[in-house]
């Protein structure tokens, strides 16, 4: 189970910080992602850090995003986060954070097994 928090209003050129708290299997077995879904559009790929098994934690990114967001886990409290800086109003939306095991590119929502129930992120400009 993945449940997610952090999301609110902020202006524009504020910070949030996103968390995912994850239940049964830890969450470093898994390629864990951040996705967005705004208003009448499709879910994007945000961003995602490897498990820690593969390939030690490496972390991607969408372009939109790079240099502004980053992605970091803690293993020993099996929690996800994605810390979001100089936020924009495009990126409004709502944040899921989910997790994959071994199939599937890191970018695919289709490759991801597991799913939170979102968090809603408000940029006002």
């Known amino acids: 189970q993945l449940v997610e928090s952090g999301g609110g209003l902020v202006q524009a050129g504020g910070s949030l910080r996103l968390s995912c708290a994850a239940s049964?299997?830890?969450?470093?077995?898994?390629?864990m992602g951040w996705f967005r879904q705004a208003p009448g559009k499709e879910r994007e790929f945000v961003a995602a850090i490897g498990a820690m098994r593969w390939i030690g934690g490496i972390t991607y990114y969408a372009d939109s995003v790079k240099g502004r967001f980053t992605i970091s886990r803690d293993n020993a409290k099996n929690t996800l986060f994605l810390q979001m800086n100089s936020l924009k109003p495009e990126d409004t939306a709502v944040y899921y954070c989910a997790a994959k095991g071994d199939r599937g590119s890191y970018y695919a929502s289709s490759a991801y097994d597991y799913w939170g129930q979102g968090t809603q992120v408000t940029v006002s400009s």
């Open positions: 049964g299997r830890t969450s470093s077995s898994y390629t």
